[in-house]
């Protein structure tokens, strides 16, 4: 069945470490993004990626970074610049000018930073 | 830039009453208005989506929106709600062109009581 892996599920940090967070999608999709989800703020966008070797800042980008080397997947390193990382990540995908297609969401992985 | 309001934060209803959520966004132009559902410890889904034709859109279980142009609306309604829709809702809207990423609102949670 072809859609979006993210893991791990859960993880957890030290505070002042680098953490990376996976996704990977085998939907063919060239469009990937990452949100983040706070209780009572919704979905805000991180970091997009229309294609390989590009990227968008989103409108939360200070703290992370991305890169996209391979379609199938675009990684977000929370640097320790980001003051406040707990939070719940979102890896979604959707084919390329394709505005109105739903985005395909992963299950999320949950980072807390102590 | 873009934004979308979602005007109830919490809503507890008595199951078989009636559902009506609000979604208001500020693009003026061409726009994708979308409705995501997340159920607890579950990843988004996507109850329904507009981008043209009749405005009054219908979604997967028993859910519909209409897209009001005129008041930059996409309110969602469920004739008869379960307490199986208890859940956090979120609407979002995108730019019919240029690639342009989804933008959430930020979510409304509804409460199903029995």
């Known amino acids: 069945d072809g859609g979006i892996t993210q893991s791990p599920k859960y993880l957890f940090r030290k505070e002042g470490q680098n953490v990376t967070l996976s996704c990977e999608q085998n939907?063919?999709?060239?469009?990937m993004y990452w949100y983040r989800q706070d209780p009572g703020q919704g979905l805000r966008l991180i970091y997009y990626s229309q294609i390989v070797n590009d990227f968008q800042k989103g409108d939360i980008a200070e703290g992370y970074s991305v890169s996209r080397e391979k379609k199938e997947s675009f990684p977000l390193t929370v640097t320790s610049a980001q003051k406040n990382p707990t939070a719940f990540y979102l890896c979604a995908s959707r084919p390329q000018g394709r505005e109105n297609s739903p985005l395909h969401f992963g299950n999320g992985t949950r980072l807390t930073v102590t | 830039a873009q934004s979308v309001s979602q005007h109830n934060h919490h809503v507890i209803l008595s199951e078989a009453a009636s559902l009506e959520l609000g979604c208001n966004y500020s693009y003026g132009g061409t726009v994708n208005l979308f409705w995501y559902v997340q159920y607890p410890g579950q990843h988004l889904q996507l109850l329904l989506k507009?981008?043209?034709?009749?405005?009054l859109v219908k979604g997967i279980k028993g859910f519909e929106a209409e897209f009001i142009k005129s008041k930059f609306s996409f309110n969602l309604r469920k004739p008869s709600v379960q307490w199986s829709d208890t859940a956090e809702y979120f609407c979002?809207?995108?730019?019919?062109?240029?690639?342009?990423?989804?933008?959430f609102g930020k979510g409304t949670r509804l409460s199903v009581i029995a």
């Open positions: 979002a809207v995108n730019r019919n062109s240029g690639n342009t990423p989804l933008v």
């Open positions: 939907l063919n999709h060239d469009a």
């Open positions: 507009y981008f043209s034709g009749d405005p």
